[in-house]
């Protein structure tokens, strides 16, 4: 059993026949981080491209909401069948790169900087637990693990809860408006998303450790991006409501 990430695409048993494969086919952490490289590259071509199409006065809804959808539905695809993430990881890099593009472009016609402050911030925060990580200023331990995967949990929940609500015009209270339990709220989340970085450096280094297949460097990361998608939509919901408050 590998150690438990509260990224829900990386579980105790996402790595399988670990330690049973010939040594050129293992998982690596520097073939992960490659893949995460060519994934971001992925990412941020397929931004540009929505990005410039908003700004250029195109309709890119359609392309927003079915970049989410396709993400969404190939990163299901890929949680329960790792086997395919070679194939689909790069397409779903593509789709979330088209969702975030949009968003983007939308929040920075209406709070100019707001996505280079977010990019940016989210870029630090990667860096500041890769270091605590790696000088073991944080260590994910068995209770540590527990408490960052209940939050998450409880925050999807919440989450959902407002998606349904939202059928019926009521909203989760505080979760959306700019007051300071709201700012708080995000505050709580942000550190929440980062808190999950370290359980997925964790998981990958033990994948790699243990002898995971080679195409788990694809899944582990995978399993990275979702998480600094997760946290890089975070720090913008929090810098607008900061924004609107001025």
Request: hydrophobic share 55%; aromatic share 12%.
């Amino acid at each position: 059993m590998i150690g438990r990430s509260g990224n829900p695409t990386l579980r105790d048993n996402t790595f399988p026949n670990s330690g049973q494969v010939s040594s050129g086919q293992r998982m690596t952490i520097e073939g992960t981080v490659n893949k995460s490289f060519i994934m971001l590259a992925i990412l941020l071509g397929a931004a540009f491209v929505t990005w410039s199409m908003y700004n250029n006065g195109q309709n890119v809804f359609g392309l927003m909401i079915g970049g989410a959808i396709a993400g969404l539905v190939l990163a299901l695809i890929v949680s329960f069948k790792p086997t395919t993430a070679p194939i689909l990881v790069p397409i779903y890099a593509a789709c979330e790169g088209l969702f975030l593009g949009a968003l983007s472009a939308n929040y920075q016609s209406v709070y100019n900087g707001i996505t280079q402050q977010a990019a940016l911030l989210t870029m630090c925060v990667f860096i500041a637990m890769l270091v605590a990580y790696r000088f073991r200023l944080i260590q994910a331990t068995k209770n540590f693990r527990l408490g960052v995967f209940a939050a998450t949990a409880g925050i999807a929940l919440m989450y959902l809860l407002s998606f349904v609500l939202g059928f019926f015009g009521l909203s989760v209270p505080y979760l959306h408006d700019n007051s300071l339990i709201g700012i708080g709220i995000s505050l709580v989340i942000v550190v929440v998303a980062a808190l999950n970085l370290v359980l997925d450096f964790d998981f990958i280094e033990t994948g790699a450790e243990q002898g995971a297949p080679k195409y788990m460097e694809w899944y582990g990361a995978f399993g990275l991006m979702v998480t600094l998608v997760w946290l890089y939509i975070e720090m913008l919901r929090l810098l607008s409501k900061l924004a609107s408050r001025d």
